[in-house]
């Protein structure tokens, strides 16, 4: 299937659409409050109530998902278009849930592998900001062994039915429906016997069990199925040939997690890459090894700006071809461990003060994000996926022996 | 043919493609090796085929002869050094396009004249700007320039001049009364002494020079001393550094295509050592660096051509490439085993040259401390 198509744009044009933006979005977007902006760990009600008013606001204005197809309720704009609303969007609250995975990840998957019912059904439903999407993809048994799929789902006439567990889905409790890989035929080697299906959320048989975190939030659930009916129609692609549409979906992932994506939308700062200034005041006040601290803050610096630049080169280059489409991986790479490296630098900032701090004072929360900083090199396909990737289909190694490729799934062997 | 940057016009891609046809055919390591034995480098004739190829006129504006492929020289200067990184390629390319660079900005009519020559490859020029135990900062210039009878009178000690005993005429920063002042001198003027010095680096030519009461006339003056000098000094640190990246991003990525190479020819244990996860692991985190690293100068380039935010700009690219390119070539040194710390073998050629470009003109460090002033420290 192809990849982006990345169409030439028209730097006046593309400067005048700059001005629309801005005047569009100072007119309508709520300004972000930047001494104490809204934080996604509110309450998730407001969280979800909020968002979806948001993405109905870009949507009334022609803002929202322009990379769309306008038969499909998008603008038929360029990666281009988008990035300027991104860019243009820094300064105000963005209906950020929906960027990933709805729009960018569930959303071009069933754009390129739905029928056209499916898609009328669906992609305006998101644009408009009225249905979030979730996947329901890795399972208790493994996150990166993704086509290890233990869930279950048996044909009954037109229907099939789903038993099993899900895992690590982003804020399902709030959202309305699902893409979930499970297994139809277990007669066969693992990667031939998946289909992937639209699931409703809150449907008849599933279980959401909220997971809560090291920092104390719930973003993350856990999914228990139960007899759970699902209708033939919810099928994406063929029966027992799921594993293409997951690759889809695997590849939109890593353009998102790469920013490579002409489907996210928005971006909001986050507190330990963006707020170097804040970082640097403090630990110039509070104390410290001068010497350290300047080399910290420089290395940070670095850092951020390393991985613009390469995210930016990584676009351009599978635009022209230079790179194969996986060199989204390495954005994925460089930002997992760039990001991990942030952490720690911002907590080593903060000195003792990240680790014992007065009752009031929000010093510690830089304690918690260092205790949960690996969270950025695991969540949307490992640092070691990642890695895999990069040798493999960007060097062209050879790919690692896998014992259960050629046998029936339901020969492999499995943990406990 | 793989592209340095991922946006090059055609016509720059004609121009990099013919930079990197000529280091094959006129300069391949074999060559490179026989050079080492050359006091100068190089073989003038092949700097003036160089020449030809518009290296040295990139910098120099059309009004006075020169002219870059994009109208954005500094992009097309860097494009040359990723290649002659990529070739380990020697000459004095750095210094005569940096100075080249501040002559025609800043020269007058006299030292313009000499842009001619330079872009002919018969002239050849040198920044003596570093003195022993420096930092590579402005402020740790300690050769005075002493008024004297409407002239200067030069006294100081220079240290790791690039081309400084290759070259005809050195810029010289040196601290006057009025602040930095940089005088273009010829190198066989009276009390000047030009001493070649060893480097690490076996291809290009390194001098210490040496002022003992060199008196000239204010007509060596490039540009008034003061700001206008300290923005000269500026520009060309910032010169320099962007060049010394890209040729180590040039170089860090010739090293890793031929380590990935040998990690499908090499097997031990029945299979080659690119079917290893631990290695490919290993390659996966080099490839990063590398193509980072590219981006980094990139980054740099654009900025110095767009005259944005350049100083930062520029200190990520050293602060990032300085140490990435290093450590991917002792990577790629520790996967070739023993054969990879052997002279026989062109590794070390590339690290050498690669940890010269990472020292001088500041460390990464160094440049890690310039960016945490610029973020508020």
């Known amino acids: 299937m192809a990849d982006f198509v990345y169409a030439e744009t028209d730097p006046a044009e593309l400067a005048e659409y700059r001005e629309q933006v801005e005047t569009w979005m100072n007119e309508n977007m709520p300004r972000r409050d930047p001494v104490n902006p809204w934080h996604p760990t509110q309450d998730d009600d407001e969280r979800s109530t909020r968002n979806r008013e948001l993405q109905r606001r870009l949507s009334d204005g022609g803002y929202a998902a322009v990379c769309y197809p306008k038969e499909y309720g998008g603008q038929s704009l360029t990666i281009a278009h988008q990035r300027i609303i991104d860019d243009v969007s820094m300064d105000f609250d963005m209906p950020i849930l929906f960027s990933v995975p709805t729009l960018s990840i569930c959303g071009p998957t069933i754009l390129e592998c739905g029928t056209e019912e499916q898609k009328q059904r669906y992609i305006p439903a998101w644009i408009r900001g009225d249905e979030l999407w979730v996947q329901f993809m890795s399972e ?38 699902a893409l979930m890989l ?36 719930e973003e993350f659930c856990q999914e228990y199925f139960n007899d759970v009916i699902i209708p033939a ?65 420089g290395e940070t610096e670095t850092l951020s700006r390393v991985e613009v630049l390469l995210s930016d080169r ?35 900032l903060h000195g003792d003060r990240a680790l014992v701090w007065n009752q009031g004072e929000d010093t510690g929360s830089y304690g918690v994000e260092y205790v949960q900083r690996q969270q950025t090199c695991i969540g949307g396909g490992t640092t070691e996926m990642a890695r895999n990737i990069i040798s493999e289909r960007i060097l062209g190694m050879p790919r690692e022996p896998a014992a259960d490729r050629d046998l029936p799934f339901n020969q492999v062997p499995r943990s406990g | 043919m793989v592209p340095v940057r991922v946006d090059l016009s055609g016509d720059q891609e004609f121009f990099q493609e013919t930079a990197r046809r000529f280091i094959e055919t006129e300069v391949p390591v074999s060559v490179v090796r026989e050079w080492h034995d050359l006091p100068d480098g190089c073989p003038q004739s092949w700097w003036q085929a160089a020449a030809e190829l518009g290296w040295t006129s990139l910098m ?38 940096v100075v080249a660079d501040t002559l025609g900005r800043s ?16 002239v050849i020029l040198a920044w003596a700007f570093c003195e022993p135990g420096g930092d590579w900062t402005p402020s740790h210039v300690a050769a005075t320039a002493a008024p004297s009878n409407g002239g200067y009178v030069l006294t100081g000690t220079k240290t790791a001049v690039e081309a400084g005993a290759q070259a005809h005429h050195l810029l010289v920063t040196a601290r006057t009364p009025d602040g930095l002042a940089q005088f273009l001198l010829p190198t066989d003027i009276a009390g000047l002494t030009v001493t070649p010095q060893e480097s690490l680096d076996l291809g290009r030519r ?28 500026e520009r060309q640190r910032q010169v320099m550094v962007l060049l010394q990246c890209a040729d180590n991003a040039g170089s860090a990525a010739k090293v890793l295509e031929f380590t990935v190479e040998y990690a499908f020819d090499r097997y031990s244990f029945g299979r080659p050592l690119a079917s290893y996860q631990a290695l490919k692991h290993r390659f996966a985190d080099m490839k990063l660096w590398s193509e980072a690293s590219q981006a980094a100068v990139d980054g740099a380039a654009d900025a110095l051509a767009a005259g944005q935010d350049e100083a930062r700009m520029v200190s990520v690219a050293k602060s990032y490439v300085g140490d990435r390119s290093v450590d991917l070539m002792q990577d790629c040194v520790q996967i070739h085993g023993g054969i990879g710390v052997t002279y026989e073998h062109d590794l070390h050629l590339y690290l050498r040259r690669a940890t010269v470009n990472r020292g001088l003109f500041g460390t990464p460090a160094d440049h890690r401390d310039a960016l945490s002033e610029l973020v508020g420290y």
């Open chain 1, 140 to 177: 208790p048994s493994g996150g990166s062994d993704m086509a290890g799929a233990l869930t279950r789902a048996d044909r009954d006439g037109d229907e099939f039915i789903i038993n099993g567990s899900k895992i690590w889905s982003t804020f399902a409790q709030r959202s309305d429906y």
């Open chain 2, 107 to 122: 020269g007058n009519s006299d030292q313009q004249s000499l842009l001619e020559g330079v872009m002919a490859g018969e």
């Open chain 2, 60 to 97: 120099v504006p059309e009004s006075l002869g020169g002219g870059s492929i994009s109208g954005r020289p500094i992009v097309d200067l860097a494009i040359v050094a990723d290649e002659m990184g990529r070739g380990v390629v020697p000459g004095p390319f750095m210094p005569t396009n």
């Open chain 2, 206 to 233: 390194f001098a210490e020079v040496r002022f003992d009461g060199v008196a000239v006339g204010s007509e060596s003056l490039v540009g008034a001393p003061g700001a206008a000098a300290e923005a000269d000094v």
């Open chain 1, 314 to 348: 990584v676009v351009k280059g599978i635009e022209s071809g230079y790179f194969p489409a996986p060199a989204g991986s390495l954005v994925r790479l460089f930002h997992g461990l760039s990001r991990a490296d942030r952490t720690t630098v911002a907590m080593e």
């Open chain 1, 182 to 217: 499970a297994r139809t035929n277990w007669e066969v080697p693992k990667h031939r016997g998946l289909t992937m299906f639209i699931v409703p959320i809150h449907h008849p048989g599933i279980e959401i069990h909220p997971i809560q975190m090291v920092d104390g939030t």
């Open chain 1, 233 to 297: 129609e919810n099928v994406v692609g063929e029966v027992d040939d799921g594993w293409t549409v997951a690759s889809r979906l695997l590849f939109h992932e890593r353009a998102s997690v790469g920013n490579a994506s002409p489907y996210t939308q928005g971006r909001h700062r986050s507190r330990s890459a963006d707020g170097l200034n804040d970082l640097a005041a403090f630990a110039r006040n509070y104390g410290g090894n001068v010497g350290r601290q300047r080399q910290r803050l």
